[in-house]
């Protein structure tokens, strides 16, 4: 087959699980590292006509990350495109043996299940509440819905704003100060807070770095999310003098 991929995480589920598939792939494809495949533009950009040129068997794409108008040219071109919807770890495993499985023809991969194991043997931290940037100017955090507070509720960190009727909601400072959180958590990815960017903004409250990859992404990351984020939240938590 000919795959290519308008998701970086699928991109890295279907290069690791069937090496040879994908021919094209976005700039945002950063994992695996060493793939060699043709950039077609980014997740919500991608250059039709050049996904086009690659004659893929297959598209695969997202609900969230990729623009209808994109996949409806790609679906007239005479393109397959198979589209995912991930709002929790649970379809994230439903949806990736789909497209390895179902769309890519490919045996299932054992780090499927060593990630579903991984994601059973968890020990959740018990009454933390977190509020959760995504992005600032303007601040924007997790809201209800989300593939990332689903991980963080199973590894005990229940979002303040898990209830809020928007997914990414956009909250004045103030009232992320005046939340009630226990922690922020700072992912690094969409936007790339770090020790110097974000922390400053939330004096006096525990910060939490986490992996971005490891808290968004639903690929083979998941396997070694759960230690990952959790010895994250847990060193934060004894910084600030907590049980952790």
Not at 54 to 72: G, M
Not at 90 to 100: G, I, M, N, P, S
Not at 195 to 212: I, K, M
């Amino acid at each position: 087959m000919r795959v290519v991929s308008l998701v970086p995480s699928l991109t890295e589920a279907v290069a690791v699980s069937g090496p040879g598939l994908l021919v094209g792939a976005t700039d945002w494809c950063s994992h695996p590292a060493d793939l060699d495949v043709v950039r077609i533009g980014g997740t919500k950009n991608p250059d039709v006509p050049a996904v086009v040129g690659l004659r893929p068997d297959l598209v695969i794409a997202n609900e969230e990350e990729n623009r209808a108008p994109d996949l409806a040219a790609l679906r007239d071109a005479g393109v397959e495109v198979l589209l995912t919807e991930v709002r929790d770890l649970d379809q994230a495993f439903t949806e990736l043996e789909r497209v390895l499985v179902t769309g890519c023809a490919l045996p299932r991969p054992r780090w499927l299940d060593e990630a579903q194991q991984a994601w059973s043997r968890i020990t959740p931290l018990t009454g933390l509440r977190a509020v959760v940037p995504v992005w600032r100017r303007p601040w924007m955090v997790l809201g209800r819905d989300t593939f990332a507070g689903d991980l963080l509720a199973r590894l005990g960190v229940a979002n303040v704003y898990a209830d809020h009727e928007e997914r990414y909601p956009r909250i004045p400072l103030e009232e992320l100060r005046a939340s009630g959180a226990d922690l922020v958590a700072l992912p690094d990815e969409p936007y790339a807070f770090g020790p110097d960017d974000g922390p400053e903004a939330f004096p006096g409250l525990p910060a939490s770095f986490l992996d971005g990859r490891h808290l968004t992404w639903y690929g083979p990351s998941l396997v070694t999310a759960p230690q990952v984020l959790s010895a994250a939240l847990r060193a934060a938590l004894r910084a600030a003098g907590l049980a952790g």
